[in-house]
């Protein structure tokens, strides 16, 4: 009787899909809808307000900028304090500030400076949510079926982009920017509901440290001990920095100059979505051994967007095009993950991620503000040439470090552990793996 009652629940979700991976996986759904759709709709309250393209720019700097400055905080704060109220304060914060926004572009009286403010501290909120959002799913899935839970996460966040960006370029073309980010205000305050019946008590209870710069300290060493990390994530300082100015500013004016509006723009980003949902179809099958080294040759697809734009090519080539990037970020952001979960203590996961999140995004204040003088001084095509051609050659360089090419996947005991999931316990490193396989742990996309 007792099996045949376990049975039926066995089938219904797998045994690596915890009570805490599903609770995450339903508000990043969800938080994923309204985000997607409320980034046409910023570019697009710019635009309706009288803006150009540098106030375009500086707008999203105002995002980028307090992500920047606070994520190092927000990553000790996760590893201090329980991840998930962390999670939530943040979520509420967001809602905030995205529902004051959408009743400032609805009632018409927006004005750029209110735009920046209100996208700064959204960015805030940001800041302290993602170094305790990733350390809360690598605490919340096993060891040994840990690139599965990812990809299907990942999977189901980039599905929910593609209702939301097709949806948000739809919206903002036949309601308004307003609407489209009230939605996206709502979709914090259920997110935050949701993330706020996370159960933490199977996680061990960290043990006070020295402070908050020792804490920092800490996650520092943990940081550049590790070339593999540190090389990718300069590499990703550049890349993402160029990907921040091609969507935030080049491919909405692309779109309004050539392809006929806001909605071509929404439906290419859905492209890239129905990519990335291939791409994490890929890796719940595939398991490459060389992880990082795969991830890497990934990376080069994601340069062709910056080009597609510069030619420009039509809607439905664009679109082709961001499919063919989606698929090999999400190759990339699965084996980045599996390694990131592997390789870092758990207790020290969301101070690396910290740095992680904030190596990768340095420069998006930089490039976002920068990307409307750069049109001017040498013209939209050069520019975007010259963002693809960045791209490559970083990603090119980061194959000459060795751990980048050899580290490699290796077996995982399963232990019980919080929310319903198990919580891997690393069995020594094979012949041929390297140094750092040997340790103890955008995202991306």
Known sequence: MTKRSASPRATRRPAWAGRNYVLLTAATIVTSLGANGALIATTWAVFESGGDAGDVGLVAMARFLPLVLFLLIGGAVADRFPRHRVMVAANTMNFVSQAVFAALVLSGTAEIWQMMVLTGLCGAGQAFFNPAAEGMLMSSVSGEQASRAFAFYRMAMHGAGIGGAALGGALVAFVGAGWVLAVDAAAFAVAAALRAFLDVSGIPERKPGGGLLSD??????????????????????????????????????????????????????????????????????????????????????????????????????????????????????????????????????????????????????????????????????????????????????????????????????????????????????????????????????
């Open 216 to 445: 920092l300290r800490e996650g520092w060493q943990e940081f550049v001990g590790r070339p593999w990390l540190w090389s990718i994530v300069a590499q990703f300082s550049v890349v993402v920095g160029l990907i921040g100015a091609v969507e935030s500013v080049y491919g909405p004016l692309v779109a309004r100059d050539e392809l006929g509006g806001a909605r071509p723009w929404g439906i290419a980003l859905a492209g890239y979505g129905v990519g990335t949902v291939v791409g994490a179809i890929l890796m719940t099958r595939w398991k490459p051994r060389r992880m990082l080294l795969v991830g890497t040759l990934g990376v080069f697809p994601i340069a062709l967007p910056s080009a597609a734009l510069a030619v420009p090519l039509p809607a439905i080539g664009l679109t082709a095009v961001m499919f063919a990037s989606g698929v090999a970020m999400e190759i990339f952001g699965v084996s980045w993950m599996t390694t990131l979960h592997q390789e870092i203590p758990e207790e020290k996961l969301s101070r690396v991620s910290a740095y992680d999140w904030f190596g990768s995004t340095a420069l998006l204040p930089l490039t976002t503000a920068l990307a409307g003088p750069s049109e001017t001084a040498f013209g939209r095509t050069a520019s975007l040439w010259g963002a693809a051609a960045l791209m490559t050659l970083v990603t090119a360089l980061v194959l000459f470090v060795p751990d980048v090419r050899n580290l490699t996947r290796r077996p995982h005991r399963e232990e019980p552990a919080a929310g319903g999931g198990t919580t891997p316990a690393a069995v020594p490193a094979q012949g041929g793996a390297s140094a750092d396989a040997e340790g103890a742990l955008g995202r991306r996309g």
